[in-house]
């Protein structure tokens, strides 16, 4: 249920030696996360139309080689665990074009919940909750 996200390397994502940051991995991994679930009805749009914002209170990233400026990216995701206030997504980068393809990075996030009036936690709207459910890998449910 959850669609792959292609990008190519822009200049903006690159140091002087045209090399990919290590900080843009993970902004791919949470890019990948907000596109799908706009796609699913259940984004910051909607989030925000509730009085509620989404917010990121783990990540964790591993990294295995670099991309390069033009490299075309394969960002995919997946959804490890639903709770009532968070969920855990995990992914990883390749570089497109590459058979077999070369994992760029890892890693996963924590979301969770905030109202936006005064940054305080709040349960993940039921929606939410059972489309994120309905894209578990396995059985992590809470």
């Not at 990883?92 to 969770?112: I, K, N, Q, R």
Request: hydrophobic share 40%; net charge negative.
């Amino acid at each position: 249920m959850l669609h792959e996200v292609c990008r190519q390397v822009e200049h903006v994502d690159t140091d002087a030696a045209g090399v990919v940051h290590f900080t843009r991995y993970a902004s791919l991994l949470e890019t990948a996360l907000l596109e799908n679930l706009e796609r699913l009805g259940v984004g910051v749009r909607q989030l925000g139309e509730e009085g509620l914002e989404l917010a990121f209170s783990e990540l964790q990233m591993n990294y295995f080689a670099s991309a390069r400026f033009f490299d075309p990216l394969r960002v995919r995701i997946r959804v490890d665990r639903v709770g009532g206030a968070s969920c855990s997504v995990s992914g990883a980068v390749h570089v497109g074009d590459a058979t077999p393809e070369t994992l760029l990075a890892s890693g996963s996030l924590v979301l969770c919940v905030v109202r936006r009036a005064d940054g305080t936690a709040a349960a993940l709207p039921s929606r939410m909750r059972q489309i994120l459910r309905d894209c578990l890998d396995g059985d992590s449910r809470d």
